[in-house]
């Protein structure tokens, strides 16, 4: 464990209804962990009076000003070469300048991934970046990656976001060894992509630095059949999106059948305390943090149109990766990674993996 | 509108309740349809006396004689090969040869699909064929497709999946001009494979057979936003399985909700018309039937487990499809499609199609 103060940097400008939302998500954030302070990058003349108005909020954070903002319709690619000043920017730079230990940012997605790997590099031994979350599932809580940074992947993209991952679960869940499965599709007869079939085959071996469960499917994120579901960007995205559009459908079902009859108009009232709990239980904010893994530092992805308490959510994942030593571990599991690939290929390995899904 | 009797070639022995939800499926479906009749294939000695049972359906089915049975646990290749004398083998070839119009089995998928695709071949102009269903929506239904069938796609089997899938939409929903999107990623940065994006430059173009509603993300697909949704057999399967299984996953977290206490069991009561409609509403057993598209004849696929009413469902499938003349339609699609694609390319369409999900 890390020992003395957290220190965050927060992209002050970035998200939808951002600054207020950062002000407010630090306060929250910083009475929940007395162990964080931040650095505020921003327009001090608007920043400034936010913070006053919070007691007690002012003494754990320093504004940094920043002259410029990146929008939501930048391009990555601009927003890396032509916003150097802005928030976003400034506040990634501090942290890989080692002014903070983490960044935490609730704007443009693809910008902060460009400016975050361009600022903060690669960590050693991981080739591209993958986004992860939390969502839920009938046994708690499961990480997915990639959700979206890396549209195509080979297999040893697919066996480091393995390791991220579990990593990432380690930390964040506190488990031990934290079981990691690939998501395929399950026919019998359609044995996944090659690409999924040689990262399996390397997770298999002995000595691999994951509890690796084998071929998942669709169904089974949910089901809460793994802590860790690895994919491709592009997979993970569709998985993530679907699962999204999914719960938003029968969250809308359920309340249209509350709406149908007086009857049932009483049922709902009766059942309040459980709606509560329901809503407790799904709440969006609570998987409130996207993280760029396989970075040289801690970068977290807030929502955009996250609330104040989301964002002291997000702030909570940045600091216990930092606090609870995410990148040491992680530099450690890359290496046994690297180790175990590196050994002579088993011709029969890859031939023999595909039949997990069956 | 096809004249006549629709006769129905039914697979007795495939599935997990054959061959009682076979027999009683028909049942109903000749109830609801008094335009069908049957071949059922299968060992005589068990189904006559199931047909026999149920008053009036033996005037309505023909046992037609199958020394075996593909099991589940068949390999495609070795159903393929080494089970010619089996119900599903003799179902499907009937439909070949036109002793029936259409073949519906709740056996093997794999089994089926190579059966089916050696028996009927494919259809002129159809490249390879695709797995068709319906899902829910907040707006009624929509068609999604290749649910695993193929699980590497080019732009040409994408193409050719955008006019099957509008054509099923079409004789299926009644729709006069489904709107069709591909499924793709939706961050800017992040453009989709190139197959996507030349199969979108093609159904952009004047003449294109589809009403083309361009990419689509996976949340847009429970909200209904096109009533066909287009995807690889490899996404199309993660992204129905992630939405089964989310769909499983808030139908348990609703039931538990409803168990924490006195107050919200006596509202589950009061409410229980509304749960009854809620549970027709999103009754897997109206999205039963899976159609293997683009074949030169109609195949419908059952789930295996399903009861005897969602049987009967896939026959209405099956019935639809001959009935309002699908075979036809698609043929004139895809020639309309290979028109359309065999124009002169120009450059820039397929450099300024990306953006459609930004």
New interface residues.
């Given amino acids: 464990m890390k020992a003395g103060k957290v220190v965050l940097a927060l992209d002050g400008m970035g998200g939808d209804h951002a600054p207020g939302v950062v002000v407010n998500g630090a306060d929250i954030a910083r009475v929940r962990y007395p162990d964080t302070s931040y650095l505020l990058f921003g327009d001090p003349a608007t920043l400034k009076p936010l913070v006053d108005r919070r007691k007690g909020l002012a003494a754990a954070v320093e504004i940094v000003a920043a002259a410029e903002a990146v929008s939501a319709d930048d391009?990555?690619s601009f927003a890396l070469r032509r916003r150097r000043q802005s928030s976003m920017w400034l506040a990634c730079q501090a942290a890989a300048d080692g002014n903070a230990d983490t960044v935490v940012s609730a704007g443009n997605?693809?910008a902060l991934?460009?400016i975050s790997m361009f600022a903060m590099r690669m960590l050693e031994g991981a080739h591209r970046p993958a986004l992860a979350s939390f969502l839920?599932?009938?046994r708690g809580e499961t990480v997915m990656l990639d959700l979206?940074a890396n549209?195509?992947c080979d297999a040893d993209n697919l066996a480091e976001f393995a390791v991220m991952g579990s990593v990432f679960a380690q930390v964040l869940l506190g488990l031990d060894a934290p079981k990691v499965g690939l998501?395929n599709?399950?026919?019998?007869?359609?044995k996944?992509?090659d690409e999924l079939r040689q990262a399996a085959a390397w997770l298999r071996r002995d000595g691999a630095p994951v509890n690796f469960h084998g071929f998942i499917?669709?169904?089974?994120?949910?089901?809460g059949v793994v802590d860790v579901v690895v994919?491709d960007?592009?997979?993970g995205?569709?998985?993530?999106?679907?699962?999204?559009?999914?719960?938003?459908?029968?969250?809308?079902?359920?309340r249209?059948?509350?709406r149908?009859?007086t009857?049932?108009k009483?049922?709902?009232?009766?059942?309040?305390?459980?709606?509560v709990?329901?809503r407790k239980?799904?709440d969006p904010r609570r998987y409130n943090g996207g993280v760029f893994l396989g970075l040289d530092g801690v970068c977290v992805k807030s929502h955009g149109g996250t609330d104040d308490l989301g964002f002291a959510y997000a702030i909570g994942v940045a600091r216990d990766l930092v606090r609870y030593e995410y990148r040491n571990k992680l530099v450690e599991g890359l290496a046994r990674l690297r180790q175990v690939t590196s050994a002579p290929e088993k011709p029969e390995e890859v031939v023999g993996a595909s039949g997990g899904t069956a």
């Fill in positions: 391009k990555p997605t693809g991934l460009a839920p599932t009938s979206g549209l195509e998501l599709v399950g026919s019998e007869e359609l996944g992509h499917e669709g169904n089974d994120i949910g089901a994919a960007g592009f997979t995205n569709v998985a993530l999106k679907s699962i999204e559009g999914t719960a938003k459908l029968y969250t809308g079902f359920v249209d059948a509350f149908t009859s009857f049932a009483i049922g709902y009232l009766f059942a309040a305390g459980a709606w709990k329901l239980r799904v």
